[in-house]
């Protein structure tokens, strides 16, 4: 229980006690299940402190000091926090139920198996802290800092995450559904098992995070940064990605695209490289071009006029310096509206991204050497056969 002296001079205001704990820095409160319910605290210097079990229901904490304090099992509901300094503290199985933690410095902080639900955690401070099997469900934390945070089975269920940063945080088995992630910095994280169903995901920076085996199922990623992002067996069922930059993501056959909604999408960062490269996606056909990814196929799109002997000649120096890429021309398309596609089969487990630049940077520099009577070919079909039969592709 807690020590009545200790009771005794917080119940003489804070100016007084702030006054006793400048004058016993070494001192540390024992506040064990101490009723301070709809008390004024703000201002209060109580790091340090020992308050298990205590009851701070309503209690206004504004700019409280309660750096390493010992708050297991503490109730906190609907009591004011902003701008508190909690940084370090034990908060493990705390009661921050339609708490205000607006500004609030959690830094390093033991937050495992805390109830956040409905709490305001705006622009507050959770890096390093650990969040694991906490309860943010309908929490708002837009513009929070969660770096290297531990999520570890967290439930953030409808949280409002917009802005917030979580870049290398560890959020394996998170729940996320119909959360707010706009703009979200979730770069380095590991989702891997996340449920991020019908979750926002607009211009999210998803830079290689981990989503294997993560639900994405109607989750909306428009614009959002995909680049290295691992999503070995995630589930994008009726997700959409128009906009999105899918440079060197890696999926598999496990990879769920069905009824994926992309009318365009990027294959490279700084919206370089649209695919299609004018227009829309056909349906399934998105899907279809991942598809070929996962064959080995490299697409190269160019616009409605091509160099036929300069890609020719890109192609036959590649494959001269570089026999083992063992490229073969599969096939090629022409659409109006999307230009040329050209797809080459090339040899298993060879970075295709590397290829593929080094294809089109000899193609530019063919071009400059090339004679301009000889890209009218007149006939392209039979031209093009007699070119790449003549390099035995």
């Given at each position: 229980m807690a020590n009545t002296n200790h009771l005794a001079l917080l119940a003489g205001g804070v100016e007084s006690w702030n006054q006793?704990?400048?004058?016993?820095?070494?001192?540390?409160?024992?506040?064990?299940?101490?009723?301070?319910?709809?008390?004024?605290?703000?201002?209060?210097?109580?790091?340090?402190?020992d308050l298990q079990n205590a009851s701070l229901k309503q209690a206004n904490l504004t700019n409280a000091d309660l750096r390493g304090a010992d708050l297991r099992n503490a109730d906190f509901g609907a009591a004011n926090l902003t701008d508190a300094h909690l940084s370090s503290s034990d908060l493990s199985n705390v009661e921050f139920v339609n708490t205000d933690l607006n500004g609030a410095d959690f830094n390093g902080a033991n937050l495992s198996n805390t109830?956040?639900?409905?709490?305001?955690?705006?622009?507050?401070?959770l890096s390093y802290a650990n969040l694991s099997y906490a309860k943010l469900s309908h929490a708002s934390l837009s513009g929070a800092d969660l770096i290297d945070t531990d999520l570890l089975?967290?439930?953030?269920?409808?949280?409002?995450?917009?802005?917030?940063?979580?870049?290398?945080?560890?959020?394996?088995?998170?729940?996320?559904?119909?959360?707010?992630?706009?703009?979200?910095d979730l770069r380095g994280t590991d989702l891997s098992g996340a449920d991020l169903s019908d979750a926002y995901l607009g211009g999210a920076y998803l830079t290689k995070a981990n989503l294997s085996n993560a639900n994405l199922s109607n989750a909306n990623l428009a614009r959002a940064l995909l680049v290295g992002v691992r999503a070995l067996g995630a589930n994008f069922a009726g997700a959409t990605l128009t906009g999105a930059c899918l440079e060197d993501w890696q999926i598999d056959?496990?990879?769920?695209?069905?009824?994926?909604?992309?009318?365009?999408?990027?294959?490279?960062?700084?919206?370089?490289?649209?695919?299609?490269?004018?227009?829309?996606?056909?349906?399934?056909?998105?899907?279809?071009?991942?598809?070929?990814?996962?064959n080995q196929i490299i697409e190269l799109v160019f616009p409605a006029e091509i160099d036929w002997p300069a890609?020719?000649?890109?192609?036959?120096?590649?494959?001269?310096?570089e026999p083992e890429t063992k490229l073969s021309v599969r096939s090629i398309e022409s659409q109006e509206t999307t230009g040329v596609a050209v797809k080459l089969g090339v040899a298993a487990k060879l970075d295709k991204s590397k290829i593929?630049?080094?294809?089109?940077?000899?193609?530019?520099?063919?071009?400059q050497v090339s004679d301009p009577r000889e890209s009218?070919?007149?006939?392209?079909?039979?031209?093009?056969?007699?070119?790449?039969t003549a390099l035995h592709y």
């Open positions: 006793w704990r400048k004058q016993n820095p070494e001192a540390i409160p024992d506040l064990r299940g101490a009723n301070l319910s709809f008390v004024d605290l703000t201002g209060v210097y109580l790091a340090r402190a109830s956040f639900f409905n709490t305001n955690l705006r622009s507050s401070n089975g967290a439930d953030l269920s409808g949280t409002e995450l917009i802005g917030a940063h979580f870049r290398g945080a560890c959020m394996s088995g998170v729940r996320l559904n119909n959360a707010d992630l706009s703009g979200a056959s496990a990879t769920g695209l069905e009824g994926v909604v992309c009318h365009y999408a990027y294959w490279k960062s700084d919206r370089q490289e649209r695919r299609p490269v004018s227009g829309h996606f056909a349906p399934g056909d998105f899907a279809k071009l991942c598809q070929d990814s996962l890609f020719a000649r890109s192609l036959h120096q590649l494959q001269a310096q593929r630049d080094r294809l089109m940077q000899g193609y530019q520099s063919s071009r009218q070919l007149g006939d392209r079909g039979s031209s093009l056969n007699r070119l790449f």
